[in-house]
């Protein structure tokens, strides 16, 4: 009995050891971080889906209900704004397979209860600390790699002034022959920048744009099994054909679109150009297998063929400004003389009720005023001027 029991307390520290090392050299096992998604993989077909995703999981045999966000519209397909100007929208569920979705109750904007997302297998390691086993038989079911092609938005500190917009981009790809760093995991929610170059616009400016896009992972099996290596450039090639056709029709241009502001999800743009490639058989989800959240434009710069015609728009907003300036001064001073000529109004008004003189013995008086005023401009240019007792004027040769 006691031989069992050292015998015990000497085997389970060798397992336990065994199992950290195999999940940490991603063989027999595996540890899964936060928020991300791993494959294992039998020779070299899909096995498994493992995430760890607080609150969601992986639904592979039944259908599951995926949430998502629905801009309102009225009849004729315009966005419904809010008071505060913006684009509103409800809750939406869509069906989906082979997907990571909530888990528990679904329920409509009514409370009504559509389904139940359900887990399929219960794993109280990983659920504990993202522990997953793989197999026995490792390197035949094994963890699955894969290459990824990264590619991030520069800060602005690492970015010259005035560079061309590409240097904001700084990609995992260094030389031409398109090396790519190998994974084992995939984010399950992640940023993505897409570059749309040369748009033109209505009023016939060209520019490029650079865009920050926020995708969420619903399906991950065409990511990494479907398009590999491609998926980035075949998503990025749509992204950029919703946006060269969204802004060659944009109302007013170039010069409007640039005064928008706001281009993210609170946004027209990205509400009427963007979010309608999530749905749909050939939409994001179904093909793709992502959701995009959002996008904002993080810069947006004229073609060098329009640098004439970027400083013919800066000399216009310039003049614009000052022309804004002149018509204030105007104003102020057309108010300045209102204000005069109501107080001296007020005043005739008040000495006619004081002294009950008559409109035209005060005309009288302002005319001796006058021609005093005269005298006196009169003196500064050395014009020999009287002035007479009883209002007459006399002119001294």
């Known amino acids: 009995m006691l031989e069992t029991i050292v015998g015990l307390l000497i085997l389970i520290p060798l397992i336990v050891l065994f199992l950290y090392n195999a999940a940490k050299n991603k063989q027999q096992a595996t540890f899964v971080d936060q928020d991300t998604i791993e494959f294992i ?39 419904i704004k809010g008071s505060d100007g913006k684009p509103t929208f409800d ?20 409370g009504a209860v559509l389904g139940m997302n359900k887990k399929e297998k219960k794993r109280p390691l990983a659920e504990l600390c993202g522990f997953y086993w793989v197999s026995v038989l490792y390197p035949l079911w094994k963890i699955h790699k894969f290459k990824v092609v990264h590619l991030r938005i520069r800060p602005d500190t690492a970015v010259p002034e005035n560079a061309p917009i590409e240097k904001w981009l700084d990609s995992s790809v260094h030389n031409q022959t398109g090396d790519t760093t190998e994974e084992t995991s995939l984010l399950w929610k992640f940023p993505r920048p897409v570059l749309v170059r040369d748009v033109e616009f209505l009023d016939l400016f060209e520019a490029s744009v650079l865009l920050q896009n926020n995708f969420q992972i619903v399906k991950p099996q065409p990511i990494v099994f479907t398009y590999r290596e491609r998926f980035f450039s075949l998503l990025e090639q749509v992204i950029q054909a919703a946006v060269i056709d969204y802004l060659r029709k944009y109302p007013g241009g170039y010069e409007a679109f640039i005064k928008l502001g706001v281009t ?41 063929l329009d640098d004439t015609a970027a400083k013919a728009l800066k000399a216009k907003k310039i003049a614009e400004l000052e022309g804004d300036a002149e018509v204030m001064k105007a104003e102020k001073h057309a108010k300045a003389i209102t204000t005069v000529a109501t107080a001296d109004a007020a005043a005739l008004t008040s000495q006619i009720t004081a002294t009950g003189v ?40």
């Not at 070299?44 to 889906?49: A, M, R, S």
């Not at 743009?269 to 996008?295: H, K, Q, T």
């Not at 009288?364 to 005269?374: P, S």
Request: charged content about 25%; glycine content about 10%.
């Open 264 to 304: 993210g999800s609170q946004s027209d743009f990205f509400w009427e150009a963007l979010d309608p490639l999530n749905y749909g058989p050939r939409g994001l989800i179904e093909e793709f297998g992502v959701y995009l959240i959002d996008s904002r434009v993080v810069q947006i710069q004229l073609s060098k």
């Open 41 to 79: 993989v039998k020779g070299g077909k899909l096995d498994d889906v493992l995430e760890n995703i607080d609150g969601w999981h992986y639904q592979q045999k039944n259908m599951g209900w995926l949430y998502v966000r629905e801009a309102n519209k009225n009849a004729t397909g315009k966005l």
């Open 358 to 397: 008559t409109t035209e013995i005060l005309q009288a008086k302002f005319a001796v005023d006058i021609a005093r005023l005269n005298i006196e401009k009169a003196d500064k240019i050395k014009t020999g001027v009287t002035w007479v007792e009883g209002g007459a004027i006399q002119i001294n040769k």
């Open 91 to 110: 809750e939406k569920h869509i069906q989906v397979s082979n997907a990571i979705v909530r888990t528990g109750e679904v329920k409509d904007t009514t």
